[in-house]
């Protein structure tokens, strides 16, 4: 099968970029080793909670100007799909971020395999890039 992208992981950089390419109706497909989105943050940090600030009353009422405070917060087009509505705790719990981009990937609609850990990447002399899974495809 030929995709025009392919992400490697469901993390926030690969769900984020994944959002971006459905909004726009690229052609596109993300493959994750895990069970389902970031599971990355189901083990780290071994404390279990984000180093990431949660600035859920920044003072400001200007939704950009909150976005600017929202270190955890992927972008949408959905005002409601924000990390702070998960959330109060000023360095929050790993698990509602895991919460959180598990959501973010449902609402969305992101196209994800989960379970597909990806063992090979080659490129050829044509410049396409071949990936292969640990199943052989």
Request: no cysteine; charged share 30%; net charge negative.
């Given at each position: 099968?030929?995709?025009?992208?392919?992400?490697?992981?469901?993390?926030?950089?690969?769900?984020?970029?994944?959002?971006?390419?459905?909004?726009?109706?690229?052609?596109?497909?993300?493959?994750?080793?895990?069970?389902?989105?970031g599971t990355f943050f189901t083990k780290y940090p071994r404390h279990r909670?984000?180093?990431?600030?949660n600035k859920v009353h920044t003072g400001y009422t200007d939704p950009e100007?909150?976005?600017?405070?929202?270190?955890?917060?992927?972008?949408?087009?959905?005002?409601?799909?924000?990390?702070?509505?998960?959330?109060?705790?000023?360095?929050?719990?790993?698990?509602?971020?895991?919460?959180?981009?598990?959501?973010?990937?449902?609402?969305?609609?992101?196209?994800?395999?989960?379970?597909?850990?990806?063992?090979?990447?080659?490129?050829?002399?044509?410049?396409?890039?071949?990936?292969?899974?640990?199943?052989?495809?």
């Open positions: 099968m030929v995709r025009d992208y392919l992400i490697i992981g469901a993390g926030p950089a690969g769900l984020q970029l994944a959002a971006l390419l459905e909004r726009d109706g690229r052609d596109y497909l993300v493959l994750e080793r895990g069970s389902g989105p909670q984000l180093i990431s600030v100007l909150d976005l600017r405070m929202d270190w955890n917060s992927l972008l949408s087009d959905d005002p409601e799909l924000l990390f702070s509505r998960y959330s109060e705790e000023y360095f929050p719990h790993a698990d509602d971020f895991v919460r959180y981009l598990a959501d973010f990937a449902d609402r969305t609609g992101v196209r994800v395999e989960y379970g597909t850990e990806v063992v090979r990447v080659s490129r050829a002399d044509d410049g396409l890039f071949t990936v292969s899974d640990a199943a052989g495809r």
